[in-house]
């Protein structure tokens, strides 16, 4: 950092009124917990993430005694968790202060010794980015990523011997699944040089030999779900996307032989086995709302599960065959629940303390923009409009904003904004064609169907074009400093949180993921393709910013890493003539997994787009 910034305010609070005061800060401190995994051969252990701490962190949770046990404490939080199939111990993913560079580590289920740490999980295998972990019972697979490229690890659990390195290669790989008689696993690679449409190789365990290849060519990928769960099914289920959207295929990987199944919903589907592997669990994701299906293998028969009203999240069966999902709407918080095989539906773990309160049901509206129909979500405050709008833009960027609870747009919306969500060209859940749209010029085009938006909000008397934000994370935050720069017109103010700022200084110092990525997104490396990531780079136009902008940033974050938005912004304290800015660092990395800080991050956003507004 070569200048000094300003630092924005942290409001002590956002409302006057006790009761909004109130309503808004319960909404993230409410205890909330993911959906509890098990353990294969030993469902009654369990492991989920919660708040409860105030910080998101692993817990252990024994379903015969419902005993439930916090097993990491971390000043910046723990996520990632896996229990082996003999449930006798927990790994979680240790890495430092938020940077995801790290290894896996192990404990035992009931805890350690006073004063003892949990030990490395697979023995050999290098620190780095975690890519994709598959735990058998007698063989560990596991995959790393540095700078150096992508590793794949096999260890036999029995042996005293360190991992060995079965694969490897410069450009980006993973571990995808291994077959339930662990004789073969498959991978996912991009040794074609496009990590966004990924090929799957199958392995022999034995010798590491290659039992079979797939790849379905330039722009069309191909991902590993599961093996079949019956000792000697060689069937892998693969999400394809031949027909222009993510679609389900099985694969006898022996006979080499295939089965698209012919599922009729629109949108896209997601899948998982039932545990006898005679039918699978269908995700079917359309409009930007997810329900849940069943479909037996043997008949095609397809049956939509009567899960509780709003959007899926996680689901999976139980042995019993019952179905433990999570729901939520914008309107609703989240519910943890269990769909029993006769059809009895209700609530698994109820978080203590309560639910957070609820806020306001989303509308749909789509919008004619220059790829087609965009598919934009609104919640909109009390009274008539126009309001004053924050464009929230979601990240990814393949991704996508849906109907599910978010306590930072209730929050907006109590201090009465309208809040626009789009699912510009680029987000997930809308076909292959709009996902990849914006390959070769990535930022101004999502920007284009961004601004088809603003127009139709303006046209509509949703709100009022002196008074709109854009605002957004990761990917949004470089959408809404490249729209400051690129649209300066347009925006009453810009908050950007931990964005890609400068895209050449991102490129050298972020992970070794992301640069295979960017290279898929932009054709090619900076060197190869300077001109496409000089005009997406929002540092190109910071002359031209006229907006106050506000940037949130995380001193440890891996994928938007903080030289290139000090770049940004000493671009910003360097113009002749200034332009208003204030500038929130935080000690994490890619967002915060602490609840007070997350407070202070949206009030922040809200106290600076409220006094930008005036």
């Known amino acids: 950092m070569t200048s000094q910034h300003p630092v924005a305010a942290v409001p002590d609070r956002l409302f006057d009124d006790d009761d909004r005061e109130r309503r808004w800060r319960a909404r993230f401190t409410a205890t909330r917990m993911s959906r509890p995994d098990w353990a294969r051969d030993a469902p009654g252990r369990s492991v989920y993430t919660s708040n409860a701490s105030g910080t998101t962190e692993i817990y252990a949770w024994d379903r015969p005694t419902d005993r439930h046990r916090q097993v ?224 037996d293998l043997d008949t095609g028969k397809l049956t939509e599960l009567t899960t509780a009203p709003g959007c899926i999240g996680s689901a999976r069966v139980r042995p019993d065959g019952t179905v433990e999902y999570t729901c939520s709407s914008a309107a609703q918080p989240p519910s943890i629940r269990a769909l029993s095989p006769d059809g009895d539906d209700r609530e698994l773990l109820v978080p203590p303390g309560g639910p957070a309160p609820g806020s306001v049901p989303l509308t749909d509206a789509w919008v004619d923009g220059p790829g087609g129909p965009v598919h934009v979500l609104i919640a909109r405050p009390a009274g008539d409009g126009p309001h004053p709008a924050v464009f929230s833009l979601h990240g990814g960027p393949h991704a996508a904003d849906e109907d599910r609870f978010s306590p930072i747009r209730a929050a907006w919306v109590d201090a009465g904004f309208a809040v626009i969500e789009v699912n510009y060209r680029g987000s997930t859940g809308y076909g292959t064609p709009w996902r990849d749209a914006i390959e070769g010029r990535p930022g101004l085009t999502e920007l284009e169907d961004v601004t088809a938006v603003h127009d139709w909000a303006v046209s509509t008397g949703l709100t009022d074009p002196r008074r709109t934000v854009v605002e957004g994370w990761s990917w949004g935050g470089f959408l809404a400093l490249l729209a400051a720069g690129t649209q300066p017109d347009r925006w009453a103010a810009a908050i950007a949180g931990v964005p890609v700022a400068d895209y050449l200084a991102a490129y050298a110092d972020e992970m070794e993921q992301l640069r295979a990525f960017d290279r898929a997104l932009f054709g090619g490396s900076p060197e190869q393709r300077p001109e496409t990531y000089r005009t997406a780079s929002p540092l190109t136009y910071v002359a031209d910013v006229r907006a106050p902008i506000l940037v949130l940033a995380g001193e440890n974050d891996p994928r938007c890493p903080i030289r290139q938005i000090d770049n940004y912004l000493d671009a910003l304290a360097a113009r002749p003539d200034p332009v208003r800015y204030e500038v929130s660092r935080f000690d994490a990395g890619h967002g915060s997994l602490v609840v007070e800080q997350t407070l202070r991050h949206v009030a922040t956003e809200i106290d600076f787009a409220r006094r930008m507004l005036g």
């Open 72 to 295: 990491t404490s971390r000043r910046n939080g723990t996520h990632v968790a896996e229990l082996p199939p003999d449930g006798t111990t927990l790994w979680w993913f240790d890495d430092t202060d938020g940077d995801e560079f790290g290894r896996w580590v192990a404990e035992p289920f009931d805890g350690l010794p006073d004063g003892a740490r949990p030990s490395a999980a697979v023995p050999g295998v290098e620190d780095g980015y975690p890519a994709g972990l598959e735990i058998g019972r007698t063989l560990t697979a596991v995959g790393t990523s540095t700078d150096e490229g992508s590793r794949i690890w096999l260890h036999r659990r029995d042996s005293t011997a360190e991992a060995a390195v079965i694969y490897e290669h410069p450009q980006d790989a993973g571990v995808g699944a291994l077959s339930e008689d662990e004789t073969l696993l498959a991978i996912s690679h991009s040794e074609h040089g496009d990590s966004r449409h990924p090929a799957v190789r199958v392995l022999r365990t034995a010798d590491f030999s290659t039992v079979a290849e797939k790849s379905d060519g330039p722009g069309r990928g191909l991902t590993p779900l599961a093996f079949a769960p019956v000792a000697g099914d060689p069937r892998l289920l693969l999400l394809h996307e031949r027909r222009g959207r993510e679609e389900l295929l099985l694969w006898d990987v022996v006979a080499d032989r295939e089965t698209e199944l012919a599922i009729d919903l629109p949108g896209e589907l997601f899948a998982d086995f039932y545990p006898d592997a005679t039918a699978l669990l269908v995700w079917h994701i359309h409009a930007a709302r997810t329900r849940l299906h069943r479909y």
